[in-house]
């Protein structure tokens, strides 16, 4: 089962890749691939918030909070309105942006 966000959260994964966070499932996959060295408290609160909001304890949107909070702190947070358009103008298949 898969909690999908109201809306998604972008964040760096490496010096040039963007990743699409849509859902809880991708948020707890992505603090379970955080390096260890770099785990801190924010990491804790937002690891253990996703995993209460899994077990059914708090609501998704807690989940989304804590997520964007760690990203923020990490300053891997994307703004959406710079990513979207990427998005948008992209063709599928090929790669290549339209103008």
Request: aromatic fraction near 12%.
């Amino acid at each position: 089962m898969s909690f999908y966000f109201e809306s998604p959260i972008f964040v760096k994964d490496g010096s040039r890749i963007v990743r699409e966070i849509a859902s809880l499932d991708d948020a707890i996959e992505f603090l379970d691939n955080w390096p260890e060295a770099h785990r801190d408290l924010i990491y804790e609160t937002a690891w253990r918030t996703c995993c209460e909001v899994f077990d059914g304890h708090k609501p998704l949107s807690v989940a989304h909070s804590a997520f964007e909070g760690f990203a923020r702190k990490a300053k891997i947070l994307e703004d959406p309105a710079s990513v979207m358009p990427w998005i948008i103008n992209s063709k599928s298949g090929g790669g290549l942006m339209t103008a």
